[in-house]
């Protein structure tokens, strides 16, 4: 098993910045890769941002020159750096990851999710 813990979500006023991390832990063989999604109320859950295992990264639109993503395969860590915050990034903010066992298998786990509110 595998768990995502999350941390550093909060309010934070328009144009400030805000920064998220996640650490992966448990029956880890690699991580495949890690990113960051969210889900405003009543919308769907999207993706924020992912990098993967060789370091390439996929942003959504919304974000692009805003938002920058990391990763420290050491730690099992990711890193959202959000700056210029909009209140349309208001959200609860899942790290999501794809894990790979030692048998090969993988799996799709999340965290519990972290309240990102952004005032106008």
């Known amino acids: 098993q595998v768990q995502l813990v999350e941390s550093g979500g909060g309010l934070v006023q328009a144009g400030g910045s805000l920064r998220l991390s996640c650490t992966a832990s448990g029956s880890i063989f690699s991580i495949n890769s890690m990113g960051w999604y969210r889900q405003a109320p009543g919308e769907r859950r999207e993706l924020v941002a992912a990098v993967s295992s060789g370091g390439s990264t996929n942003y959504a639109d919304s974000v692009k020159g805003r938002f920058t993503i990391s990763r420290d395969d050491a730690q099992n860590t990711v890193v959202l750096q959000m700056n210029r915050l909009k209140s349309e990034d208001t959200a609860v903010y899942y790290c999501?990851?794809?894990?790979?066992?030692?048998?090969?298998?993988?799996?799709?786990?999340w965290g519990q999710g972290t309240q990102v509110t952004v005032s106008s």
């Open positions: 999501g990851a794809i894990v790979m066992d030692r048998n090969r298998y993988k799996y799709q786990y």
